[in-house]
């Protein structure tokens, strides 16, 4: 793992009308590194997040945001993505009436001469499962699977925009234990292929 962070956020400041929700905060996160931000409801923690993955653009904090050794300013979440960096909200944003296939490619469609390849796509969207461990068929419907896969899935998707930096934003508190399990020893895979994780959680005893 490299020793020159990945990411480096400093002297954030966030005020909302009449509450500082962030002051002069500073955060640094190496290659490869599961980090955990911690702290009670509205300590600021999604806040941060917020600020990271361009949900509150530049221009609405102070402080600066470097990613890769460059200064960033992201105006939106697709900034952020194209970056690299790939946040997962408590509220998942999966279609539940279209299939894991068509949530994975949403927005990310494989064409060829303007038509979806729809053989890709599911070819393509078995080998992210499998690095997932979900054995589920590219067509099942998303409303069929319970939370935990559905978490899984979010992650694949992330996998398929090439992910970097993946922010998990209190991702098992509607997990039962043993999904639970799953997803953190997932983020251990994937920090020993050099994605880098910050996990938003109140649960010290996951941490």
Do not use: C
Request: aromatic share 4%; proline share 3%.
């Amino acid at each position: 793992m490299g020793t020159e962070p990945i990411l480096e956020m400093r002297g954030i400041t966030k005020t909302f009308p009449g509450v500082k929700a962030l002051t002069n905060v500073n955060l640094t996160v190496l290659p490869g590194e599961i980090h955990a931000v911690v702290g009670e409801n509205g300590a600021g923690k999604s806040t941060l997040m917020k600020v990271l993955s361009g949900v509150y653009p530049a221009g609405t904090y102070d402080g600066e945001i470097e990613f890769e050794g460059k200064n960033r300013r992201f105006s939106t979440i697709a900034d952020s993505e194209a970056a690299g960096i790939i946040i997962i909200h408590q509220e998942l944003a999966l279609v539940p009436l279209l299939s894991i296939a068509e949530n994975i490619f949403l927005g990310h469609e494989t064409a060829r001469f303007g038509v979806i390849d729809w053989n890709e796509a599911h070819a393509r969207t078995k080998g992210l499962l499998a690095k997932v461990g979900l054995r589920e068929s590219p067509h099942t419907l998303i409303g069929n699977l319970g939370t935990g896969k559905q978490q899984l899935v979010e992650i694949a998707k992330a996998l398929n925009k090439k992910v970097k930096l993946l922010i998990l934003d209190e991702p098992t508190s509607s997990l039962n234990e043993k999904d639970s399990d799953a997803l953190l020893a997932l983020l251990k895979e994937l920090r020993a292929q050099g994605i880098s994780s910050i996990l938003i959680t109140h649960k010290l005893n996951e941490v």
